[in-house]
């Protein structure tokens, strides 16, 4: 009989790409993983793993093991949502792995609202990128993610979760006020090709969206600063430093007077935002009511209203 501890630790190896990624995602030791993996592979009779430069990927015979693995942890999930639904009533503690602006967008509106609604429902919130919150749910450190839809994230048909849309919300141009287009109601993304650029730096969801909007606007940006936090990128836009394009709510409530923030016209520009659990819990009694309260945070947050400029 195969364990299914060591399908877990299979998937984490197939996600991260190492043992030692693995080893630290699962809270083991690299020879703990492998040892595990050893005796998968001597479980089922097949090699289930090769070496790939400094890395490791999945043999043909660990490619079918790892499609089946995914239908196997789905069913465990859901075992244990129904184990859970068994004794509703009681509460418990559900943590949340979301990016900062998501946090204070949907994440600290629905925890007040669970507060009224389910005061039995603790929720724990961990602060990563939207892109690394996914991976803290796969891995078993986090119960839901709050997340960004980004080049190569998984796809609504992906066997390892279950996906929610909560919002999408428009980027805006961040020019300094003393820019020759700031008294302007809205600016193309193409009448600012010529200017330095202030973004945050590959592998941010919001690295992929910027690019995308100047290359769809005919140029290639000329990136003079980076950072990830959007007050900062304000803050350098409004010394003259560059422009930038930022998620409408990054700056919502931030008082920066050497700014303005415009509308975009000619081309869009969307940060997609979406709840995640591990498929098989979404109708876990614990995780129903947080998803409901992130959905309706999200429903209130009025992200698509035209922004007033800042100052």
């Known amino acids: 009989m195969i364990d299914s501890r060591r399908l877990r630790t299979l998937r984490a190896v197939a996600d991260h790409g190492t043992v030692t990624a693995a080893a630290a995602a699962l809270y083991l030791t690299p020879s703990a993983v492998s040892q595990q993996l050893a005796a998968l592979e001597q479980e089922v009779g097949h090699q289930v793993l090769m070496r790939d430069g400094r890395g490791v990927r999945l043999t043909a015979a660990g490619e079918i093991l790892l499609r089946h693995s995914n239908i196997v942890l789905e069913q465990l999930e859901r075992a244990q949502a129904e184990l859970a639904d068994f004794a509703a009533g009681h509460g418990g503690e559900v943590t949340v792995a979301s990016f900062a602006t998501g946090i204070a967008t949907v994440v600290a509106p629905a925890m007040a609202e669970l507060a009224l609604s389910a005061p039995g429902i603790r929720l724990r919130v961990q602060d990563a990128e939207g892109d690394a919150s996914l991976m803290l749910v796969l891995d078993g450190r986090a119960d839901l993610a709050v997340a960004v839809e980004y080049r190569g994230a998984p796809g609504q048909d992906d066997q390892r979760l279950s996906q929610f849309p909560l919002y999408a919300e428009p980027f805006d141009a961040v020019l300094p006020r003393s820019h020759r287009l700031a ?40 990136l003079a600063h980076s950072s990830d936090d959007f007050r900062a990128v304000a803050a350098l836009a409004g010394t ?55 959905r309706t945070a999200a429903a209130q947050a009025h992200l698509a209203d035209t922004p007033t400029p800042t100052g």
């Open 183 to 222: 008294e302007q109601p809205a600016v193309a993304v193409a009448d600012l090709a010529s200017e330095p650029w202030i973004g945050p730096y590959p592998g941010n969801p919001c690295h992929d969206v910027v690019m995308l909007a100047c290359e769809s606007a005919g140029f290639q940006p000329q």
């Open 240 to 294: 003259g430093a560059g422009v930038a394009l930022v998620p409408r709510s990054a700056l919502r409530g931030v008082d920066l007077p050497h700014v303005v923030t415009l509308p975009l016209v000619g081309t869009t520009a969307t940060r997609r935002v979406f709840a995640a659990v591990r498929r098989g819990s979404q109708d876990h009694p614990l995780y129903r009511p947080v998803l409901d309260a992130l």
